[in-house]
């Protein structure tokens, strides 16, 4: 069974930090693995998606990138702002989403 | 982009009545629907995967008659909860997957229970 973890599970930085969330897995037949932002009491928004065949991708000021060999992907966050205060969530998928742990983050102004 | 809706968005109910919530695909049509609900501050966690025209299979530990999910048409999948307890109380959230393309899966809004 697929296991998904992501350290740390909380995160409290100074704005203007660049940062960097972890996401580790167990089973590298992944078909892809996506990253989402979930602010308090609300869904899930979709940041970046890694095709399985992809080592990384860039949206912005996000970067993300996966390796499959080792069972770890990243999120990179550069010159973090208080809006980006949420709780960051990996999923992998196969026929079906595994989604880590999360990651609450804190910028503080 | 594609966009799935969720009805409604939050919903308070007295223990031992039953709630509905929609799944709903706005601009494509969804084979596959996927339920999730999370505790607060926990990661989501799957229920169950829908299936249009047929019955939904559920993770283990979820339980059938409780949680059931109907997927009547390629847009709208529900899932109602019966006989509501408070342990019920979470955030449930709607995926779905669309006919033709990739794995993606889109996101509902999510729908909060909060059974008293």
Redesign the interface.
């Given at each position: 069974k697929q296991e998904v973890t992501q350290i740390p599970a909380a995160l409290s930085v100074p704005e203007g930090e660049n940062l960097v969330l972890n996401c580790s897995f167990t089973d590298s037949a992944i078909?892809?693995l996506q990253w989402?932002r979930q602010d308090p009491?609300?869904?899930?928004t979709?940041l970046l998606?890694i095709q399985s065949s992809q080592r990384e991708q860039t949206s912005g000021r996000l970067n993300a990138s996966l390796d499959k060999s080792s069972g770890r992907s990243t999120l990179y966050i550069a010159a973090s702002q208080p809006g980006d205060s949420a709780t960051y969530?990996c999923a992998l998928?196969g026929n079906?989403?595994y989604?880590?742990?999360?990651t609450?983050l804190t910028v503080i102004p | 982009g594609a966009v799935v809706s969720?009805h409604p968005s939050w919903v308070i109910c007295k223990s031992g009545t039953s709630v509905k919530i929609e799944c709903r695909s706005l601009d494509f049509q969804a084979t596959t629907m996927?339920w999730?609900r999370q505790f607060p501050?926990?990661?989501?966690?799957?229920m169950a995967?829908s299936n249009e025209g047929s019955k939904a299979t559920y993770e283990q530990g979820v339980e059938k008659d409780k949680f059931l999910i109907n997927h009547a048409s390629l847009t709208l999948s529900t899932l109602t909860v019966t006989s509501a307890h408070p342990e019920d109380s979470s955030?449930y959230?709607c995926?779905a997957r669309e006919v033709m393309g990739?794995?993606?899966?889109y996101?509902?809004?999510?729908t909060?229970l909060t059974v008293l």
């Open positions: 078909y892809n989402f009491g609300k869904g899930l979709s998606l969530l998928t079906q989403f989604f880590g742990t999360g609450s | 969720q996927f999730y501050k926990q990661s989501l966690m799957l995967t955030f959230i995926s990739t794995d993606t899966q996101f509902g809004p999510g909060r």
